[in-house]
C-alpha cells in the first residue's frame, strides 16, 4: 500500500487491504514453494539489524542454480515474529508490491477501495 497511502486509509480500509495481501502473499509463496519441493534449501545466516529486527538468509537449490531468499522478520510488541519483506534474488517484494498499489491507484483514479476490491485480480 505504501506508506502515504496507509495513512491516509481509513482503519477499515486497512483491515482488509491486510486481509487481501495476506492471502494473496500466502497463494504466492505456496505456488513458488511447490515448485522447489526437490530443492535443498539452506539456512545463509541471519543478520540482525536491531533486537526487533532481523534478516534470515537463505539459499535454495535446485536443478543446479541457487536462488537467495531474504526476510526480514519484525518482532511484534507481544514478542511474536512477523514477516514484514521478502527479497529473492535482489528483487524486493515489498517495493514491488507498493509500485503495484501505485499502478492500481492510478488505473481506479485513487479509489483505494477498488485497487483493494481487485487487488488479486490485478496483480
Known amino acids: 500500500m505504501g506508506k502515504a497511502t496507509y495513512k491516509?486509509?481509513?482503519?477499515?480500509?486497512?483491515?482488509?487491504?491486510?486481509?487481501v495481501f495476506k492471502d494473496g502473499m500466502v497463494k504466492s509463496l505456496a505456488k513458488g514453494i511447490l515448485g522447489y519441493a526437490d530443492s535443498k534449501v539452506t539456512i545463509a545466516g541471519v543478520d540482525t539489524v536491531k533486537a526487533d529486527r532481523v534478516v534470515v538468509k537463505q539459499e535454495v537449490s535446485a536443478e543446479g542454480a541457487t536462488h537467495k531468499l531474504d526476510y526480514t522478520m519484525v518482532k511484534g510488541k507481544s514478542g511474536e515474529w512477523k514477516l514484514i519483506?521478502?527479497?529473492?534474488?535482489?528483487?524486493?517484494?515489498?517495493?514491488?508490491?507498493?509500485?503495484?498499489?501505485?499502478?492500481?491507484?492510478?488505473?481506479?483514479?485513487?479509489?483505494?477501495?477498488?485497487?483493494?476490491?481487485?487487488?488479486?485480480?490485478?496483480?
Open 85 to 123: 519483506n521478502v527479497v529473492l534474488n535482489g528483487v524486493n517484494l515489498g517495493q514491488s508490491f507498493s509500485s503495484q498499489f501505485k499502478a492500481g491507484l492510478k488505473k481506479h483514479n485513487n479509489n483505494v477501495d477498488q485497487v483493494i476490491a481487485n487487488w488479486l485480480a490485478d496483480a
Open 8 to 19: 491516509q486509509a481509513t482503519p477499515a480500509q486497512r483491515e482488509q487491504f491486510l486481509k
